[in-house]
Each structure stands twice: as C-alpha cells, then as structure tokens.
C-alpha cells in the first residue's frame, strides 16, 4: 500500500486536459513539497514537477502542478500521444522519515 | 551533464547479500547540496525509497528497510554503493540510483533527479 494515493488510470484524447490527482495526509504532502514525475514505458523516472509547481527546465509549460492541503495534482493540457507513461508524486512523510511514493497513474492517450 | 549508471549482478540467491554501485560522471559528486540516494521499483508496481548518502558519508534509511540496508560512498571514484542483505525474493526489482536534493532547510525531499538508467536484480536459486 502506497504512502500517497493516486488513480491507478486516467485517459484523455489529444488536445484535451488530463488531471492526475495525488492524496496525502499533514504528515507528507500537508507538511512538505509535492514532486511529480513521469516514467515512460521502459524508461526510468524523470522529474516532471519540483516543489508542487516548479517546472525543470525542458519540461514543456502543458505540465502544471498545484497542491493544497493534503492534496496535490498534475495537470497535462493539450495532450499528445507521447505523453502516455506513468505518472508518480511523491512527498517526504515526516512520521514515516521516509520518501512517500503514490501507487502511479498509467495514463492512456485515446 | 550529469549522468548516473548503475552496475552490479543481475542475479542474486536468496539470502545472500545485493550489492550494487552507481558511478557519477560529467559533475562532482562532492556537492553539499544534494544527497545520492536508491530507489527501487519491483516488477509490475510502484517505487520504494531505499537511502541516500552525502559525500562525506551521512546516512538515511528507509526505515522499513534499516535493519538490512548499508550505503557507501567513494568520492575518489565518483561512486556510491548499496549493499542490502539477506534477501528474498521480495527484494526482486528494478533498482534505480538518482541524485537526490535537499530541502531548503532540510536534508530531505522527494527530489530526485536525474535518475540513472536503472538495473533489474532478480533473486532466486
């Protein structure tokens, strides 16, 4: 069982808005930053989202984050094909003293 | 840029000890900005935190895994290692170094990034 819960899926066609939701308690995503990433099939994780709504540079301004208080989510506008992967947050959880991974959303691109 | 791979067996017997090493390339590993730390991913399921270490050798466990998980660094060779023991056939997965941030005001985050290519370790007899 995931420290953080997520969808298990989610789909959208291109061009739509896709949000993927990550549910928390006070002691990770209530007390500490939300990350997001993306791991395309085959592939490692890559960091999508820092600190809830930071993106690295390279990451295209169709991902967006946003948290608020034991809840954050992952917003992907204007869907496209390649972006079919899993998506994961995570958050430190102070009374685990461990990073809290979600379970992952495996989003399907219709 | 900076690059991580892994290296180490792919296969382990159970109870024997994992060992696996990440070597860094093209940045310093002696950075007291960031920590290194393990990640692991068993087939088919999500991600697991193992441990990070500093540069200078500070450790931090995933409680759940303390009791069996040792974390080494070698500044020298630019590389970190993970030793964990007695394993079982549980501890087969895809195992994953990645560099991994500190806080603004802590040593910890969920901040990992960028990640190396990852190594599948299956244990079995």
């Known amino acids: 069982q995931s420290v953080l819960t997520q969808p298990p899926s989610a789909s959208g066609t291109p061009g739509q808005r896709v949000t993927i939701s990550c549910s928390g308690s006070?002691?990770?995503?209530?007390?500490?930053?939300v990350y997001w990433y993306q791991q395309l099939p085959g592939m490692a994780p890559k960091l999508l989202i820092y600190?809830?709504?930071q993106r690295p540079s390279g990451v295209p301004d169709r991902f967006s984050g946003s948290k608020s208080g034991t809840s954050a989510s992952l917003a992907i506008s204007g869907l496209r094909s390649e972006d079919e992967a899993d998506y994961y947050c995570?958050?430190?959880?102070?009374?685990?003293?461990?990073?809290?991974f979600g379970g992952g959303t495996k989003l399907t691109v219709l | 840029q900076l690059q991580l791979q892994e290296s180490g067996p792919g296969l382990v017997k159970p109870s024997e000890t994992l060992s696996l090493t990440c070597t860094v390339s093209?940045?310093?590993?002696?950075?007291?900005?960031?920590?290194w730390g393990w990640v692991r991913q068993s087939p088919g399921k999500g991600l697991e935190w193992i441990g990070s270490?500093?540069?200078?050798?500070?450790?931090y466990y995933n409680p759940s895994l303390k009791s069996r998980v040792t974390l080494f660094v070698d500044t020298s060779k630019s590389q970190f290692s993970l030793n964990l023991n007695s394993v079982t056939a549980a501890d087969t997965a895809v195992y994953y170094c990645?560099?991994?941030?500190?806080?603004?005001?802590?040593?910890?985050?969920?901040?990992?990034?960028?990640w190396g290519q990852g190594t599948l370790v299956t244990v079995s007899s």
């Open positions: 600190r809830n709504n």
């Open positions: 093209d940045a310093s590993i002696t950075s007291s900005n960031y920590y």
């Open positions: 270490i500093s540069y200078s050798g500070t450790t």
């Open positions: 006070s002691s990770n995503i209530g007390s500490n930053n």
């Open positions: 995570a958050a430190w959880d102070d009374s685990l003293s461990a990073v809290g």
């Open positions: 990645a560099r991994h941030f500190s806080g603004r005001t802590t040593w910890y985050s969920g901040w990992f990034d960028p």
